[in-house]
């Protein structure tokens, strides 16, 4: 399950589903980003959609870059997914329609010039899994640590209304979870202990 670390008018923005992060965050990390609503592709948004998504992305991108001292002297790349709901084993088993099946998000990834992965090596094209190599090849990679993903947000926020000229940052507003102390949108947040969907679901189980 992805933890959403902050929600707005240009969509939302998540911590990758650790079962298939591409990515650790001491070679770059990534961040995932949803646009406002549920979509196959860019051309389905209205105008007013992509405007507040792409601005989403820029700022959060810049935050990336502002914030994590392993992107220092580093670079992003964008990059639109959701192959993987087309492969021909996922469920339901056979051959999709992408319009009906496919999810459009974006992939924030972090180059960093210091990154050990050899599939992520700086100033190389990055290599990708296959699909059913997928759980596999992201055991071990570790997301970002909650006090980056604070400073993240808290950037992406200042981009958005200093920058873009967004008044209200989109509307975004995040607290820490109470329990494992990442950014959550308040909304998301219980009442009571002010802990996160994910540290609630722990507690039940």
Known sequence: MSHVLMRGRGGRVCLPDPATTMIDRAD??????????????????????????????????????????????????????????????????????????????????????????????????????????????????APFTASECVALVERTRIVLRDDYTEVDAQGITSAPCGACGYPTPLDDLDAVTARCPACRALLLG
């Open 28 to 141: 770059g990390g990534q961040l995932v980003l949803y646009p406002p609503r549920r979509v196959w592709d860019r051309t389905a948004l209205t105008r007013e959609e992509l405007i507040a998504w792409h601005l989403l992305i820029a700022a959060t991108a810049r935050a990336m870059l502002d914030t994590l001292p392993q992107l220092a002297g580093g670079c992003l790349n964008y990059w639109d997914a959701g192959n993987w709901a087309l492969n021909p084993a996922a469920e339901p088993v056979g051959p999709k329609d992408p319009q009906a099946a496919r999810v459009l998000h974006q992939h924030l990834c972090g180059r960093s010039p210091h990154s050990t992965d050899r599939a992520w090596q700086w100033g190389e094209s990055p290599f990708f899994p296959a699909y059913v190599d997928r759980f596999t090849w992201s055991a071990g990679k």
